[in-house]
């Protein structure tokens, strides 16, 4: 089981301001981090899977980037819009066997974006 | 394509009964996964498999097993329900890991 840490716990944002947030992870054995966007009641969606040390990677307003040396990945928003109000989740994955399959989430950061 | 589907969306339960939460995929992948939600305390893998016929254990096997017959199915049995098995579960399968829409379980 990895320790993963996301911060902050949650997060007020007005509309138009831009944020991020971090995950930090074991930098051992690292294979991949995926990050994920939940939206209330509805099922987490991939976002972004991140194998490469200095990968960053960009989806429309959201981008994240990924140290894999010093375990740890930041996702941004610009420009924050009430729809992005979400739970943003990472997990990374281990090499070795079958554990690069296997993800270990973390807690999470709740984004409220606030018209 | 479906994706994942999880039958039922929701069930309650008495305290000892036996129940099997349904998950089946239509993208041909390899990987399935059981997670279960707890408040405040984020997803935790339950079992997950890597291929027909293999399983393994995740992070809180204990009072449910799984079986994989098929690539697409991936069902989780309840055996013994107890109230600590009230959560919500999720199915998801792939590596970047689509999620199906969930299970919420009550036991009563």
Redesign the interface.
Known sequence: ILNVEQSPQSLHVQEGDSTNFTCSFPSSNFYALHWYRWETAKSPEALFVMTLNGDEKKKGRISATLNTKEGYSYLYIKGSQPEDSATYLCAPANAGGTSYGKLTFGQGTILTVHP | NAGVTQTPKFRILKIGQSMTLQCTQDMNHN?M?W?RQDP??????IY?S?GAGIT?K??VPNGYNVSRSTTEDFPLRLELAAPSQTSVY?C?SG????????TRLLVL
């Open positions: 990987y996964y997670y405040g305390m984020g997803l935790k893998l997950y890597v393994d995740g992070e999720f998801a590596h970047t890991q689509y999620f199906g829409p969930g």
